[in-house]
Structures are given as C-alpha cells and as structure tokens.
C-alpha cells in the first residue's frame, strides 16, 4: 500500500512534468502572429544550440519567437512555480490553509515599493551597488515591511488566529493598494499610467531573456533551500507547540523563511506585477491530489503552478486581439476554488 | 534519565501563575501532577517542554540545564502528549506519527524503512495500526489522542510529559492510553485531573494549589480525605478497593446529608445488580 502510494506519486510527477514540457512548447508556438511549427523549431535550435541556419527567415519572425513567445513561456513556468512555491512556504509557515502572498498583502507591499521607485523614481539609490536594482530593491523592502506589518498586526493580543491573520492582510493590502494607486494617480504621463495599471493586475509580457534569468536565478535558489526544510515545513503544520517539542526552532526558521518569501514575492511582482490567487489554489489543489505531506505535496504544487500558469497565460492571449491582464484570469478561476476551500471541512480556519 | 525543577516561577503579565515549583522525576518513575482547574499543572509543563518562558528558578533534563540544549536536543529526550490536538490541515495518521522522527533526522533525510518500522510498532502498540491510512480528522477524540500517543512513542524518548491525556476520552481509553505509558517505563510527568486514574498509576504525585506545590508522597501519603477536602473542596471518602487493592475515591455529592450517608447499606449487602451480564 506504501509502495503503490509512493509509485502513484512518483508517477503523477512524470506526468506532470509530461504535461509541462507540452504546455510550454503550446505557449511556445501560439501567438497573436501565427508562425509555422517547423520554422519555431528550427529557430530554436538556432538560437539555443547554434545549429542551422535561419537567414532565409525575415528578422521579424526571428524577433517574435525568440524575443517574445520564448521567453513567455519559461517565465510563466517560472513565475506560476514561484508563486506555489511561496504559496506552501506560507501556508505551512503560518498553519493556515488561507496563507498567500496576495491575501496577506505582501505582493501589495512589493507592488508599492516597485511603483514607488518606478515614478518618484530611485534616484537615492544611484551610486550604490542597488542602482541597477532600484526596483527590485524597493519592491524587496516593500514586501518585508508588509510581512512584517501583517505578522505584527496579527500578533498583536496573544497568537496568531486565521480571523487574525487574514484581517491584517487586508488591512495592509488595502492600505498599499491606496498608495499604490496614488502614486498612479499622480503620474504625469498618461502612457505610463496605463503601463502602471496593466503592471499592476499582472503580465507576463516581456522583452526577452533578460527577464527570464532575473526571475530563474532565485526561484531555483528558493526551490533548493526550501527543499532542505520540507521536514521542518511537515512538523511546522502540526502547531507551534508542537513543532517545538519535535525541536524545531520556529522563531528562527520563520524569520529565515518570511526574508526568503519575501525576496521571492519582490522578485515576482517586479517581473509579472500582481498575480493573485494562484499560490493560494495550486497548494489545495496539489494536497487533494496528494495530501498534506510536504516530500509529496512540494514538487507536485510546483510542477500545478507552472503549469497552471502558462495555460493561464495562453488563455489570456487568445481571447481577444490585445491580452487580457493575467491576473484577471488568475482571479476568475481563483475565487471559486477560494469557495470551495472555505466550504470543504476537512480544512481548519482556526479555532473558532 | 530525570526531569528536576528547582523554584520555577512563571508569570504572565501582571499575573504569577506558578511559584517556587521544584520537583523530580527519577529514572522510570511515573510522577503525577494534580490540582483543581487554574492550579498551574498545564503551564509548568509548558515550561517543562519549553513552549513557555519561565520567570526564575531552573529545569534540568537528564541534570543537564535545559536552557544549555538546544530544542532538537531536548525532543530527542522528552516527548509531549497534550489534551488538544487539532490541524488545521489533513495529515494521513500514519504522517502524524513520522513526525514524532523529526528530531532525528537531517534536514534532507528521507524517511527509510527502519523509521517505517518504528511508525508501524508506534502504531501497534495504540492499538491503532489498520488506521494508518486514514485521515486524522475522520478519527474519533480517543482514536486520534492514541495517534498522538504513538507519535510521543514514535520520538523513542527516554521521557514522556503528558498534559491530561484522558480528558475526553471514554474510560476504556483512559486506562488503555494510561496502561500503554506504565507499560513503556518511561520517565514520565503527568498531569491528570481525576484522582482515582492518578492513585492507580503514579508512582509519586505533587498536589499544585494556586501555582505553589501544597503535597508531595505516594498515593497512599498524597491522596487522604483532608486533602480533597482542603484542596478540591469536595468531601469524599477514600478506601482500599478489595479488589485491586488500589486507593479508591468516592465523592459525596452535596445533596446527601450525614444522616443519609450513614444508612445507606454497603453495595455488597444489596439483593440483585440491576446491571444485566452480557
């Protein structure tokens, strides 16, 4: 019985990853200029192993594969990863199956230090090593304040309940939203407003490969240091008290793993903008198909997450000329699931 | 293996909820703690297996500080069984107790067929073993405090601490959690609540009053009608069961007056138990 489980799993995994691979050669080979499968293919191999030639093509078709439908493939695997990834990480983090960087504010909190710099702009950074990440700074400062706004808040009156919990986050949400949105407001220019709004309800749209590695480099990071402490993750759900007389250290693994989250969260936000939901659903999703256990839950919710949002993602080119916002695909197909959550028992919202 | 306290005060704030507690436990000795309600039993355990900071006073593990080890080091010596157990999220059984090998495993150690070994005895021996693929949650209250059981036995500790590990369970799983503990021979530090259970199965008990320890001794020392008077505030009788030759606790419930008492017949004496043989 233990072995079939452990070869059910196994097996989900393969095919899930199956089903990835596929996923992104679709993302691949789909956009709004339809380009012939075999020459994609043969300006891949270019591109990537330098194999064949692809003068005979116009540049322009050269630019869309590479430059476009390439790179908006991978990230949305990248980014639908990261945002499971962070997803588990809080929800075990906090024994709360409502924990998502959305819901708690922390990508709000990102959102506003990455608006901020973008238009009051980051000037007290120049000179320093950060200048080149000004963003990415502020987003990363952003996130922190508001993980620790939120952890804060909800502490505040003896432990941390669900009512709590999620009470703060929208409290902090709210409260960045606003500030996020004045910022908006406030723009001089209209076009960069517009891109400000388009950024803000999440995309995927990039300008190549640059984006991809900024966004690989630490999600790779996070999925290996979080892959050491899937043990610590298991025991963490079983409660504080617990987790201490199973010799965890929750007071310090919290700290490490808020700091990590939230360096994930900014890296995120400052990549795709606000994608909400998807490290909500894809950890209940991955538990109904493998339960709580982390060494099984952890690689099959990344695997969901990439997945999910790269077809997230196709969708929300196909429907119309110009693209939807993903994250507006993202909260359709969210909410319902966030219904479901609530009304299924066999999940706890706390005592009380 | 020993657990020691010596004049462990704890507070909250604007409140001393324990004062000078200092007791021990020695090697393979089950000690019970009693009181009534609010005395301070659950938060000197807390103390003990350090989810609670204390004010003053010391605790040694194996007459080591326990401040000098670090939370791994002492859950590979003591193991905690506590009343309320509730997740948030769904384990299978079987998940539950492998946590209990969490202090003995690396960061990225699987989990290999001796720690499966050790889960499946852990597990039989609650009597629990054909649940193991079930989810926590579809268990019953007693079902799942065996669970919890088998996790403290999975953590193969030389020391159990167990908060009220009867409350809410029928009485054929108090005596069967209670039986399984005696039977382990752990050191042990217990909290219980009903006297009879404590006389039956500890070795030594403490009496805790308002957070100060008021008694210490054997049963037979500790449990006298005086002290349930003076403690609990309730009168009773306590007797020699001729039976099982154990302590035996009766109360008085306040409707009986004296005059009452002292006639009704001894239940030996009665013509036919109204109770039907099965």
Redesign the interface.
């Known amino acids: 019985?233990?072995k079939l489980g452990n070869i059910s799993t196994v097996g989900l995994i393969i095919f899930l990853i199956v089903v990835m691979i596929m996923v992104l050669a679709y993302s691949t080979f789909t956009g709004a200029v339809s380009v012939p499968f075999d020459q994609v293919i043969r300006i891949l191999l270019n591109k990537t192993f330098g194999l064949g030639d692809i003068s005979d093509l116009r540049p322009a078709t050269v630019a869309i594969v590479w430059q476009l439908y390439a790179p908006r493939g991978l990230l949305g695997l990248i980014i639908g990863a990261g945002l499971a990834l962070v997803g588990i990480v809080m929800?075990a983090m906090v024994?709360?199956?409502l924990a998502d960087p959305y819901i708690l504010g922390i990508s709000s909190g990102a959102s506003l230090g990455a608006t901020f710099a973008i238009l009051i702009g980051s000037a007290f950074l120049t000179g320093t090593v950060f200048s080149a990440y000004g963003i990415e700074v502020c987003a990363f400062i952003g996130a922190m304040a508001a993980s620790i706004a939120v952890f804060t808040l909800s502490a505040i009156g003896g432990k941390i309940t669900?009512t709590k919990l999620v009470l703060s986050g929208v409290i902090i949400a709210s409260l960045c939203g606003a500030f996020s949105n004045l910022i908006v407001y406030l723009a001089p220019n209209a076009a960069q407003m517009r891109d400000l709004t388009f950024w803000l309800m999440g995309s995927l749209s990039t300008t190549g490969f640059d984006t991809v590695v900024m966004c690989a480099v630490p999600l790779v990071i996070c999925v290996v240091f979080f892959?050491?402490?899937l043990?610590?993750l298991?025991?963490m759900?079983?409660?504080?008290?617990?987790a201490?007389?199973?010799?965890?250290?929750l007071s310090t693994l919290r700290k490490v793993y808020i700091l990590i989250t939230a360096f994930m969260v900014a890296v995120l936000v400052c990549n795709c903008g606000i994608i909400g939901f998807v490290g909500l659903i894809i950890p209940h999703i991955a538990?109904a198909l493998v339960?709580?256990?982390h060494?099984k839950l952890y690689p099959v919710a990344i695997l969901l997450g990439a997945i999910f949002m790269m077809a997230a993602d196709i969708l929300a080119r196909s429907f119309t000329v110009s693209e939807i916002p993903i994250g507006i695909i993202t909260a359709i197909c969210g909410a319902p699931v966030f219904a479901y959550i609530m009304i299924k028992k066999?999940?706890?919202?706390?005592?009380g | 293996m020993n657990i020691k306290t010596e004049q462990v005060c704890i507070s909250v704030p604007h409140k001393r909820i324990v004062s000078d507690v200092s007791l021990h436990v020695d090697e393979r000795e089950f000690v019970g703690l009693i009181g009534p309600n609010g005395s301070g039993k659950s938060t000197l355990l807390?103390t003990i297996?350090?989810?609670m900071k204390r004010e003053s006073g010391n605790i040694y593990l194996d007459d080591l500080p326990l401040d000098g080890l670090?939370?791994?080091?002492?859950?590979?010596k003591?193991?905690?069984v506590?009343q309320h157990?509730?997740?948030?999220?769904?384990?299978?059984v079987?998940?539950?107790v492998m946590?209990?090998r969490?202090?003995h495993?690396k960061?990225?150690?699987?989990?290999n067929a001796a720690d499966?070994q050790i889960v499946g005895q852990a597990l039989a021996d609650v009597n629990m073993y054909e649940y193991r693929?079930r989810?926590f949650?579809s268990l019953s209250g007693g079902e799942q405090q065996r669970v919890i059981l088998a996790r403290a036995l999975a953590?193969q500790t030389p020391c159990l601490v167990l908060d009220e590990p009867t409350n809410h369970l029928d009485i054929k799983y108090q005596l069967e959690v209670l039986d399984i503990v005696k039977k382990l021979g752990c050191t042990t530090l217990c909290a219980l609540h009903d006297l009879n259970l404590a006389a039956q199965y500890c070795d030594r008990l403490y009496i805790l009053q308002h957070g100060r320890i008021v008694g210490e001794g054997t049963p037979e020392e500790v449990i006298t009608e005086d002290m349930i008077s003076a403690i609990y505030g309730v009168k009773a009788s306590v007797s020699r069961h001729p039976k099982t030759g154990l302590l035996n606790v009766a109360y008085y419930p306040a409707y009986l007056n004296s005059q009452t008492l002292n006639r009704t017949p001894p239940l030996m004496q009665m013509p036919h138990s109204t109770v039907t043989k099965t």
């Open positions: 019985m233990k929800q024994q709360n199956p669900s892959f050491t402490q043990r610590n298991n025991a759900m079983l409660g504080d008290d617990t201490t007389t199973l010799g965890i250290n538990r339960g709580t256990n060494w066999s999940y706890g919202f706390g005592r | 807390n297996y350090r989810t670090s939370l791994r080091q002492s859950a590979l003591l193991a905690v506590t157990n509730y997740f948030n999220f769904d384990f299978k079987e998940d539950v946590m209990g969490t202090p495993k960061a990225m150690e699987t989990d499966l693929h989810n949650s953590q």
